[in-house]
């Protein structure tokens, strides 16, 4: 999901210590795994490899006080997964969270920031 | 520039077309050209290639009704920069909107979703 309003893009990211608990990629992933029921399904439904999306999701398990995604054992790679209760009520929260960020965007100083905008840009000169 | 609050580091991007005419890696070298009178310098000074310091002022120079950053003719590499009227506009503007954006996220939902982070996160098993 691209949070964008007119030309304002906002992301969120939350910490636990240096590692990114959630944001934009792993929200998206944990959508897409509830769709999918697989790890490796949802990371190639969003284009990205399934060293990538197994990392995010193992991050996103050892970031928040309970597992975010249940792996069901064996079966390889496409074995099944599912986003936990805990899972979905951070998903949940993360997204209200991104949705208010962007609301609060609807201030003066951005109608301002859009005025002075050129859209398109100048073309290259190289 | 880090947005942080606790947990929660939001990043704001503002786009002309596909083009990124400002974000947090442009709004730094902004205020770096002001501090350091060059591009190279500020960029140096932000562990940033020569080459991508210039992409970054090219960009903010065609996505804007006006150029952002202007550099003095001849001396090579270290001749000197600095930012325009518009270019000190547009940067306090952003600047403004990133503080916007972050005070907005002292809601309840961001407390409950703290409340859930498990910080340190769990060391990794591999």
Redesign the interface.
């Known amino acids: 999901m691209t949070l964008?309003t007119g030309?304002?893009?906002?992301?969120?990211?939350?910490?636990?210590?240096d590692?990114i608990?959630?944001g934009p990629g792993k929200a998206d992933l944990l959508e897409a795994i509830e769709r999918e029921g697989s790890i490796s399904a949802a990371g190639r439904s969003l284009g990205m490899s399934y060293r990538r999306s197994w990392e995010l999701v193992?991050?996103m398990?050892?970031?928040?006080?309970e597992r975010l995604v249940e792996t069901v054992p064996g079966g390889g790679r496409d074995r099944g997964a599912h986003v936990s209760e805990?899972g979905r009520?951070?998903l949940a929260?993360?997204r209200?969270?991104e949705r208010?960020?962007l609301?609060?965007?609807a201030?003066q100083?951005?109608t301002?920031?859009k005025g002075?905008?050129?859209?398109?840009?100048?073309?290259?000169n190289y």
């Open positions: 964008r030309p304002l893009k906002v992301r969120a990211q939350i910490f636990a210590g590692e608990a959630m193992d991050t398990n050892r970031c928040w006080a805990m009520e951070v929260l993360y209200e969270l208010q960020l609301g609060s965007a201030g100083d951005f301002r920031l002075l905008l050129r859209d398109p840009p100048a073309p290259r």
